[in-house]
């Protein structure tokens, strides 16, 4: 019961039967081998449960490691029980199928050992190795149909070879002012980053600083939906996925590809969790604005301190609509404790602005759309629908900005009235959930419409260059010719600059 309030019923009920599965196993063991297989049961669990009693989690493991504990019964029932925990009921069938072959194993074992001497004439060797060829092959079978079998709603955990890998060496200068920021994003490119928008900044436990953006140039290899960088303070590196695509790898056979928006860092025990709040697109036409936004997702990233950032999951937490007036959540995304709140903006063709309403969720079930909590405008309710706006679509942010907390306020970054704006304007509320009422202009940043080039995407790095009253920003830049960002892609980079907190 205690569980259960603590997490949730479907982790309490997944954990009891993970309880059973092992006792029924232990019992099997020790049917079939007397006190032996006590010692079996013991060996087999001290050896695949060291790394959860060593504080290390699995995906850190060697690939033959990893495969050893996504199989065994101890790892299908941690992750059985730490993905109800994540992601609710839904996409349950893989582990469910796991765990069931593993007690299915115990109750054949079982069966046969009181059944088969009788047939034996009481031969123990050949008793125990008839009894154990068939639990064997059982196995076997039943554990190959559950690696064929297909997942509900989610993908099973992946056996990954730990496939991203870290580009050479960029040098940078030390960064000291937001123009050292401006000179190293005009230093050449490489074969991995020539170009992109966006740039979210996530700090990392160990001192690195991890930087994610969209739509990236790369040197002879085309453009790629999304990428990301990590630097240390001496050196800029591209974390290049296998086969070098985009760090959030496209959805397969559809073309649907991820944009970033917004990003934080959750501290675990020896390594940090770093989710991404992306929107998907889909090519729908050429030019800079041929495409369409399908709805919001939320991918996550592990990294050990000095290592290479590792994806480990990608969950839609809308299904695929191209409609901009339902909130794109986690356009912007804030920590706060145990909580994360995410921000939805919403466009209804009748504003230049988008409107922003606001959602949470615990970090706990980050992955789980069902856990996500609405305000509405008094409280925090279950209904996506109830959703109250907190910015009003008249006069309001760009699709994707930032949220910021800071003394005893909450900020809202962004450039007001998306590209065709001209200030870079704050929003002030007293608590994240808002309403956030109109501040002042920080900065005037309108687009070169007449030329072509674009100024917009906003967004606030506090955690860089800090000082008390003010903040570094930045801004990205593109152009209505996608040819000239090709011919020129350090024009294609964010530029930064320094604000003044009101």
């Known amino acids: 019961l205690g569980v259960a309030v603590t997490v949730g019923w479907a982790p309490a009920l997944w954990l009891g039967g993970a309880l059973v599965m092992a006792a029924l196993l232990t019992w099997a063991l020790e049917v079939l081998f007397g006190w032996k297989g006590f010692v079996i049961a013991a060996a087999l669990c001290l050896t695949v449960v060291w790394p959860t009693a060593l504080g290390v989690d699995p995906v850190f493991l060697p690939v033959w490691m990893q495969w050893g504990w996504h199989w065994s019964p101890t790892g299908s029932a941690t992750a059985a029980v730490t993905s109800a925990i994540a992601f609710g009921t839904a996409g349950m069938v893989h582990h469910a199928l796991q765990m069931g072959a593993w007690m299915l194993g115990g109750v054949l074992a079982l069966w046969m050992a009181r059944h088969v001497p009788r047939q034996l004439d009481g031969v123990a060797s050949v008793r125990r190795r008839s009894i154990g060829a068939t639990v064997v092959a059982f196995l076997a079978v039943a554990l190959a149909a559950v690696a064929l079998a297909p997942d509900a709603v989610i993908a099973r955990p992946s056996i990954s070879p730990r496939p991203n890998r870290l580009s050479e060496c960029t040098p940078i200068p030390d960064v000291d002012s937001v123009a050292d920021l401006n000179r190293i994003a005009r230093i050449p490119g490489t074969s991995d980053f020539a170009g992109a928008d966006v740039g979210v900044d996530v700090s990392l436990s160990d001192g690195r600083t991890l930087w994610l953006f969209a739509d990236t140039l790369r040197e002879n290899a085309g453009m790629v939906r999304n990428s990301m960088l990590i630097s240390d303070g001496r050196c800029l590196h591209a974390v290049v996925p296998e086969g070098g695509g985009a760090v959030i790898p496209n959805r397969p056979h559809t073309g649907v590809g991820y944009w970033p928006m917004s990003a934080v860092r959750i501290s675990m025990p020896g390594y940090d969790l770093v989710p991404v709040w992306a929107q998907r697109v889909h090519q729908s036409g050429s030019g800079v604005f ?36 339902r909130p794109m959540w986690g356009s912007a995304a804030a920590i706060d404790g145990d909580w994360i709140y995410l921000y939805g903006t919403a466009n209804h063709g009748d504003t230049l602005g988008f409107s922003v309403a606001v959602a949470r969720v615990h970090i706990d079930h980050l992955l789980d759309p069902a856990a996500m909590q609405y305000w ?45 704006g001209s200030y870079l304007r704050v929003w002030i509320s007293g608590s994240p959930s808002g309403p956030f009422y109109e501040g002042p202009v920080l900065a005037t940043l309108p687009s070169e419409l007449e030329a072509g080039h674009l100024v917009y995407m906003v967004l606030a790095h506090p955690e860089v260059l800090p000082e008390d009253d003010s903040m570094v920003v930045s801004y990205s830049r593109n152009d209505v010719q996608i040819q000239h960002i090709i011919d020129h892609p350090r024009q294609y980079r964010p530029r930064f600059l320094r604000v003044w907190f009101p």
Do not use: C, M, N
Request: proline share 7%; no cysteine; charged share 20%.
């Open 290 to 325: 041929g495409f369409e936004t399908l709805g919001p997702s939320v991918a996550v990233f592990v990294v050990r301190p000095g290592d290479v950032p590792q994806l480990v999951a990608i969950k839609d937490l809308a299904p695929d609509l191209p409609d901009l007036g």
């Open 376 to 420: 509405d405008g008094y409280e925090w309710s279950e209904s996506a629908g109830s959703a109250a706006e907190v910015i009003p679509g008249a006069g309001g942010t760009s699709q994707t900005f930032s949220v910021l907390h800071r003394d005893q306020g909450w900020y809202a970054v962004s450039k007001q009235d998306e590209f065709l």
